[in-house]
């Protein structure tokens, strides 16, 4: 899929990607309207391979269940953004195995669900950058079966619009997935990100773009049906990308994906 571009950890600026890649979402982004608000500051370890993987998403998915929004609850969520943001090929499946063992995508969701995203700015898009960063590295399924991608379909048309970055780029990145397709091209998810592509944030606008490629290639008849919903001709140049993209894969030549980074 095309990629998102990255959001900045606050204080920091963000990188500007070419749309070739998958996509990796900025850790602990910090929205437009709460740049440069300070965060809790992390009291987990961060030294590499202390505490483990394990014990981290274990400790983290444990704090969530707690219900309780609080700087420790921040802090160990931000120590999972990092490692989804930061994993390499050969972590990637012990990170999974982690994951998927704690269940900890569906406590992060229920959080996310039940989250005043408006009062809670800055855990909000830690979370959601998890979930991007988690359908980039293989954690689709998971992600699905945790409920997230109808959480991110809803979030597209949220009053937020500092939400729709994390929705539109999380939702890209699922539409690998053939039933999440199916799903998009069966509600309103569809006009929802054909919306977006007329947003006043040209990152959101190439991301909803992107996403709505994904539809467009996942097969001649998913094509078909998105062109009978919307229009799709300032789709084209886009497609034509994702297609040279599928065509340096085949080949070997892509490179690494782009992520949300620290």
Do not use: W
């Not at 959080?111 to 005043?116: F, H, I, T």
């Not at 079966?145 to 994390?166: E, K, T």
């Amino acid at each position: 899929p095309l990629p998102p571009a990255t959001r900045p950890f606050p204080g920091k600026t963000p990188s500007r990607a070419p749309p070739v890649t998958p996509a990796r979402a900025p850790v602990a982004m910090a929205s437009p309207s709460a740049a440069g608000a300070g965060g809790a500051a992390s009291s987990v370890d961060e030294t590499p391979r202390a505490p483990t993987v394990d014990r981290r998403i274990a400790e983290a998915a444990r704090q969530l269940r707690t219900g309780e929004l609080s700087a420790e609850t921040e802090a160990y969520v931000e120590s999972v953004a990092r490692l989804t943001a930061s994993a390499v090929d050969d972590q990637i499946p012990e990170l999974l195995a982690a994951v998927s063992a704690h269940d900890f995508l569906t406590a992060l969701v229920e959080m996310l669900r039940d989250l005043e995203h408006d009062q809670h700015p800055r855990i909000a898009y830690i979370g959601l950058s998890i979930i991007v960063n988690m359908a980039d590295i293989g954690g689709q399924e998971m992600a699905k079966r945790a409920g997230a991608f109808d959480m991110l379909v809803s979030m597209l048309d949220s009053a937020n619009a500092s939400l729709h970055f994390y929705a539109a780029a999380g939702v890209q990145n699922m539409l690998g997935d053939v039933e999440c397709v199916e799903t998009i091209l069966s509600g309103p998810g569809v006009h929802a990100l054909a919306r977006l592509m007329q947003s006043s944030d040209p990152e959101v606008r190439r991301i909803a773009t992107g996403a709505l490629v994904n539809v467009q290639a996942a097969s001649e008849d998913h094509a078909a049906r998105l062109r009978a919903l919307i229009d799709t001709t300032n789709l084209e140049e886009a497609f034509a990308r994702r297609l040279e993209y599928d065509a340096a894969k085949a080949k070997g030549e892509q490179g690494a994906a782009v992520r949300i980074q620290a």
